[in-house]
């Protein structure tokens, strides 16, 4: 997915903190150590990708930045809106 993404890496290349967002399907909120912002917002998704769960239901994950262009969250979705159980397809 990193690949994929039309991204300034720079803006988070010292330190990147990571909070469950307890979504129940595996998002995480990502902190970059330059954002100083409490109240932080969703701009744009930069690069996504599909994959099939060992349970045969597809799972849709997200990389997203914020109103500021910092990483802002790694979103997760599964279609049957259950926790993700192997995230090994991805690299598929």
Known sequence: MADKANYEWQKCAKE???????DGMGSLLLIPAEQTKINRTF???????????VDGIDVIVSLNIDQDG???????????Y???????????
């Open 43 to 53: 701009k744009a998704q930069i690069s996504d990708s599909i994959f099939t769960d």
């Open 82 to 92: 259950e926790r993700v159980i192997s995230f090994a397809g991805l690299n598929q």
């Open 16 to 22: 990147l903190k990571v909070a469950d967002m307890q």
């Open 70 to 80: 910092f990483l802002y969250e790694l979103d997760v979705w599964k279609m049957n």
